[in-house]
């Protein structure tokens, strides 16, 4: 066979430039891989957000959220470290099956973000438990299933004081959770003295609660007490109306001195609102009419027009708080009632308000679920919701973008007993973490 040798030239260019192309692609293709590794490596990588706990109930069916202690069922929730005590946690679930349910106990700073502690170092045994006690509702028509438990138990050991998160969720959900609830571990280590005094403001001194505290602490234990140590002051468990107080006017010896300011009062409020519907069968305090309907109780509250320009009015109150009992049956916690209860207020719609009731069966916080709607009607606001059978206090608040206040509707005054809770906060330079020292309520 002849070839042809320009032929045979033209073939082997030909052959020869193709590898040279694909040699030279290949070549490309590496260096855009290795740039585009470079630049990937380069990229700055955002650290996650520290996420923010709050006080609140995401499901509807859960029902009469209480925390407690050991001996008084509408205690505060918290535990004295290393004492006999216990925080008791109850809830209702709006089920006819009892479901698994897991908690989960999570360590806070003092403005309820996670804090930097790892578990082992703030949990003796495991973070997350089972509730494994738990009643099937016996002889009411609403059925529901009562869960209980305590912390610490035979499971965990609180080894570190401050704030704790408590995320409660069906098993294996612990990102869809039912509630997440705010507890308290305190070292209780420092004491606060705290005084209510009358307002250097004569136009407002009918109305507002001023106040002085100081604050004692360890000297060996607590470094530049200056900087790291906040006070908290709530009045009636409202988050929304909370002072802090830090850098103290001047330390006598083992004491912080807080001298009085133009900025330290809280308005007087009122006393709670009450009614009680122990019994469905018997007439009982502030209730209308109590019928059966529907296959559910239902309790219509008496009327009860705003307070705002009303004389004070002083009488026993829970100070937000409720408790569950029933005169019907024999242990309220799995036999006692629920009843849709109906509250309404006679008043002219406010412009830009909404209205609220409010206290601990709200869960403390504005809650939509207890948004009262203007009925134009009977020209009044209303509100129906379901609670247990018990004795209730509440307060009507008023809420816009900018605040929430019950003076609106409630009115004002220097002397209702109101109670203040205070939370001293030490921010450990050392170990990084916000400890509790101490943990006070003044009445």
Not at 103 to 122: A, G
């Given at each position: 066979m002849?070839?042809?040798?320009?032929?045979?030239?033209?073939?082997?260019f030909?052959?020869f430039?193709?590898m040279f192309?694909c040699?030279?692609?290949s070549?490309?293709?590496?260096v855009s891989?290795k740039d585009?590794y470079?630049?990937?490596?380069?990229?700055?990588?955002?650290?996650p957000?520290?996420?923010?706990y709050?006080h609140?109930?995401f499901?509807?069916h859960?029902k009469?959220?209480q925390?407690?202690t050991?001996?008084?069922?509408t205690?505060e929730?918290c535990?004295?470290?290393?004492?006999s005590?216990?925080?008791k946690?109850d809830f209702d679930l709006?089920n006819a099956n009892?479901e698994?349910?897991?908690y989960e106990?999570?360590h806070c700073d003092?403005d309820?973000?996670?804090s930097n502690?790892m578990?082992m170092?703030?949990i003796?045994g495991?973070?997350?438990?089972?509730i494994?006690?738990?009643e099937i509702s016996y002889?009411?028509?609403?059925?529901?299933?009562?869960?209980?438990?305590?912390?610490?138990?035979e499971?965990?050991t609180?080894l570190k004081?401050?704030n704790?998160?408590?995320k409660?969720?069906y098993e294996?959900?612990?990102?869809?959770p039912?509630m997440?609830l705010k507890t308290f571990?305190?070292?209780?280590?420092?004491?606060?003295?705290?005084n209510l005094t009358?307002t250097?403001?004569m136009?407002q001194r009918?109305y507002?609660?001023?106040?002085?505290?100081d604050?004692?602490f360890?000297?060996?234990?607590?470094?530049d007490?200056y900087?790291?140590?906040?006070i908290?002051?709530?009045?009636?468990?409202?988050?929304?109306?909370e002072?802090?107080?830090?850098?103290?006017?001047f330390?006598?010896e083992?004491k912080?001195?807080f001298l009085?300011?133009?900025?330290?009062?809280?308005?007087g409020s009122?006393?709670f609102r009450?009614?009680?519907?122990?019994?469905f069968?018997?007439g009982s305090?502030k209730?209308?009419k109590?019928?059966f309907e529907?296959?559910?109780?239902?309790?219509?509250?008496k009327k009860?027009?705003?307070?705002?320009?009303k004389?004070?009015l002083?009488?026993?109150?829970?100070?937000?708080?409720?408790?569950?009992?029933?005169?019907?049956?024999?242990?309220?916690?799995?036999?006692?009632?629920?009843?849709?209860v109906?509250?309404?207020l006679?008043?002219?719609?406010?412009?830009?308000?909404k209205?609220?009731?409010?206290?601990?069966?709200s869960?403390?916080?504005?809650d939509e679920?207890f948004?009262m709607?203007?009925?134009t009607?009977?020209?009044?606001?209303k509100?129906q919701t379901?609670?247990k059978?018990g004795y209730?206090?509440?307060l009507y608040v008023t809420n816009?973008?900018?605040?929430?206040?019950?003076?609106?509707l409630?009115g004002?005054h220097f002397e209702?007993?109101n109670?203040?809770l205070?939370?001293?906060?030490?921010r450990?330079?050392?170990e990084?973490?916000?400890?509790?020292l101490?943990?006070?309520?003044?009445?």
């Amino acid at each position: 066979m002849i070839i042809n040798k320009f032929q045979h030239k033209i073939n082997n260019f030909f052959v020869f430039g193709l590898m040279f192309y694909c040699l030279s692609c290949s070549v490309n293709n590496e260096v855009s891989i290795k740039d585009d590794y470079f630049k990937e490596i380069d990229k700055e990588i955002p650290l996650p957000e520290n996420e923010y706990y709050s006080h609140s109930i995401f499901a509807d069916h859960v029902k009469s959220v209480q925390l407690g202690t050991k001996t008084i069922a509408t205690g505060e929730p918290c535990y004295q470290i290393n004492s006999s005590d216990f925080i008791k946690i109850d809830f209702d679930l709006m089920n006819a099956n009892i479901e698994s349910i897991q908690y989960e106990v999570i360590h806070c700073d003092k403005d309820w973000q996670r804090s930097n502690l790892m578990e082992m170092e703030y949990i003796d045994g495991f973070t997350i438990n089972y509730i494994e006690n738990n009643e099937i509702s016996y002889g009411p028509v609403k059925q529901y299933i009562h869960y209980s438990f305590q912390l610490p138990n035979e499971n965990l050991t609180f080894l570190k004081s401050g704030n704790y998160i408590v995320k409660i969720y069906y098993e294996d959900q612990a990102d869809n959770p039912l509630m997440t609830l705010k507890t308290f571990v305190s070292e209780q280590s420092s004491k606060v003295n705290f005084n209510l005094t009358e307002t250097n403001n004569m136009e407002q001194r009918k109305y507002l609660q001023s106040y002085n505290l100081d604050c004692t602490f360890e000297p060996n234990n607590i470094e530049d007490p200056y900087s790291n140590i906040f006070i908290n002051i709530q009045q009636n468990h409202q988050e929304f109306d909370e002072h802090w107080k830090s850098g103290p006017n001047f330390i006598r010896e083992n004491k912080l001195i807080f001298l009085e300011s133009e900025d330290d009062y809280f308005n007087g409020s009122n006393e709670f609102r009450f009614f009680d519907i122990s019994s469905f069968r018997n007439g009982s305090q502030k209730v209308l009419k109590t019928f059966f309907e529907d296959s559910l109780y239902k309790v219509i509250l008496k009327k009860e027009p705003k307070r705002s320009y009303k004389q004070y009015l002083e009488y026993k109150d829970l100070d937000g708080k409720y408790f569950i009992r029933t005169y019907d049956f024999d242990v309220a916690s799995f036999q006692a009632e629920y009843g849709d209860v109906y509250f309404e207020l006679p008043m002219r719609k406010l412009n830009n308000e909404k209205v609220y009731v409010f206290g601990q069966l709200s869960n403390w916080q504005i809650d939509e679920r207890f948004q009262m709607k203007y009925d134009t009607i009977s020209n009044s606001y209303k509100l129906q919701t379901l609670l247990k059978q018990g004795y209730y206090n509440y307060l009507y608040v008023t809420n816009n973008y900018k605040s929430t206040s019950s003076r609106n509707l409630e009115g004002a005054h220097f002397e209702t007993n109101n109670e203040y809770l205070i939370k001293v906060y030490y921010r450990d330079p050392l170990e990084l973490f916000d400890r509790i020292l101490s943990y006070q309520i003044f009445k």
